[in-house]
């Protein structure tokens, strides 16, 4: 199944253009599902056809789907209230009512994905999800991985093999311990988020990043490829929306047309040569239904890019050493810091860090160093005796 993740800086028609983008896929004989992850119907706005928490045809091929986030974030508060029960009850807190709870914030990406994964579970050929705007988007794509490393340290899988000894524990220490429902409850939610994170990181997803050809859109698309590349997504296509026509020479539209193609030629550069351009023309108004959409000529490519590599190799004339390449493009030495940390290391490119397992071999290394070259981290490590296997 071929998902496309759309997103882009606040107003660069994100939700127009992943309307567009199913449309397309749809047309060419793909069963493509379209999900919203904004409780606002916009995404009906620009399909010319409203959209609701059940799926709806919106096109022959294409089903419409906006989440409701407000049912499934009930049930999992109220079990969450469930398996803590012993603990509230000794600090004497009252209980909450499905009635009074309303979504946080969050609820709603957090239904996306849910349907996401259910998607992967169905017939679909493509699936197109319309993101937030782009910082909470590069936040909610890392947002699986961290989750399942903290379940992962705070409740460790191997302590449930002290499961007998709860009831013991809890009377010589004089309060309720973990329950199994609590445990059990977190292997839930691993799962989850792990089919979730399998979604995002397979081969065959990728994100498409949309804005509207400007001085601030070139510096936050610059941003975006390199958080995006720090959690090895890979970006399929940078489109620049609602682009002025170029036979414009003697009227008013000269200037701004002049100023678009400059914008546009830096964004060539802003994630080297591997990332597709696209243009999407100005219609002179806002996109409204399906004829609309196709005018557009969004493009659509059913195969993804090739994958995101962080390889590990042993260089030539360096005796002794691997060496691990991270891409980072657009990232720059003041912005970057390294951490080691166990057989983890900790990547900070600004304000994006992620923590990531080290390969089974760097485990038995030690770091000797590391630079950043053509939008590359090289990272060098060098076999640690004590650990090394000795031939």
């Known amino acids: 199944m071929r998902t496309i993740l759309v997103t882009g800086p606040g107003g660069a028609g994100r939700t127009t253009v992943a309307a567009a983008t199913?449309?397309?896929?749809?047309?060419?004989?793909?069963?493509?599902?379209?999900?919203?992850?904004?409780?606002e119907d916009t995404l009906g706005a620009a399909l010319g056809t409203p959209t609701g928490p059940t799926p709806r045809e919106a096109?022959?091929?294409?089903?419409?789907?906006?989440?409701?986030?407000?049912?499934?974030?009930?049930?999992?508060?109220?079990?969450?209230?469930?398996?803590?029960?012993?603990?509230?009850?000794?600090?004497?807190?009252?209980?909450?009512?499905?009635?009074?709870?309303?979504?946080?914030?969050?609820?709603?990406?957090?239904?996306?994905?849910?349907?996401?994964?259910?998607a992967v579970r169905a017939s679909h050929d493509v699936v197109?999800?319309?993101?937030?705007?782009?910082?909470?988007?590069?936040?909610?794509?890392?947002?699986?991985?961290?989750?399942?490393?903290?379940?992962?340290?705070?409740?460790p899988p191997e302590r449930q093999a002290a499961r007998a000894l709860r009831p013991v524990l809890g009377r010589l220490a004089g309060v309720p311990m973990p329950t199994a429902g609590?445990?059990?409850?977190?292997?839930?939610?691993?799962?989850?988020?792990?089919?979730v994170q399998e979604v995002i990181a397979h081969p065959a997803t990728t994100v498409r990043l949309v804005a509207e050809p400007g001085r601030t859109a070139t510096d936050a698309l610059r941003t975006a490829t390199t958080a995006l590349a720090l959690h090895a997504l890979r970006v399929d296509t940078l489109l620049a929306n609602r682009v002025l026509p170029e036979d414009a020479d003697g009227t008013w539209l000269a200037g701004p047309?002049?100023?678009?193609?400059?914008?546009?030629?830096?964004?060539?550069?802003?994630?080297?040569?591997?990332?597709?351009?696209?243009?999407?023309?100005?219609?002179?108004?806002?996109?409204?239904?399906?004829d609309d959409l196709g005018a557009l000529a969004v493009p659509y490519d059913p195969a993804p890019p090739e994958p995101v590599r962080w390889p590990v190799t042993d260089p030539p004339g360096d005796e002794g050493?691997?060496?691990?390449?991270?891409?980072?493009?657009?990232?720059?030495?003041?912005?970057?810091?390294?951490?080691?940390?166990?057989?983890?290391?900790?990547?900070?490119?600004?304000?994006?860090?992620?923590?990531?397992?080290?390969?089974?071999?760097?485990?038995?290394?030690?770091?000797?160093?590391?630079?950043l070259r053509d939008g590359e981290l090289r990272v060098r490590f060098t076999p640690d005796p004590g650990l090394w296997p000795r031939t």
């Open 59 to 118: 096109a022959p091929g294409l089903t419409a789907w906006r989440p409701a986030a407000a049912a499934r974030f009930g049930e999992d508060l109220l079990r969450l209230q469930d398996w803590a029960a012993p603990a509230l009850d000794l600090a004497g807190a009252a209980r909450l009512e499905g009635e009074e709870l309303t979504p946080l914030p969050g609820a709603e990406e957090a239904a996306a994905f849910r349907a996401l994964r259910e």
């Open 257 to 290: 047309v002049a100023q678009q193609g400059k914008i546009l030629a830096d964004w060539g550069s802003v994630a080297g040569p591997g990332y597709p351009l696209g243009r999407i023309p100005h219609l002179g108004r806002e996109p409204h239904g399906v």
């Open 182 to 195: 609590l445990y059990e409850t977190a292997e839930r939610w691993d799962r989850e988020l792990a089919a």
């Open 321 to 371: 050493v691997l060496l691990w390449t991270v891409p980072l493009p657009g990232a720059v030495r003041e912005d970057l810091d390294l951490l080691r940390r166990g057989d983890e290391l900790v990547i900070t490119v600004g304000r994006f860090r992620r923590i990531v397992p080290l390969p089974s071999a760097l485990r038995r290394c030690t770091v000797a160093g590391a630079g």
């Open 128 to 155: 197109v999800v319309d993101l937030p705007p782009l910082t909470r988007a590069l936040a909610l794509l890392a947002l699986p991985e961290q989750l399942r490393r903290y379940l992962r340290r705070l409740l």
């Open 22 to 39: 199913a449309l397309t896929a749809a047309r060419t004989g793909n069963r493509t599902l379209l999900l919203s992850t904004d409780p």
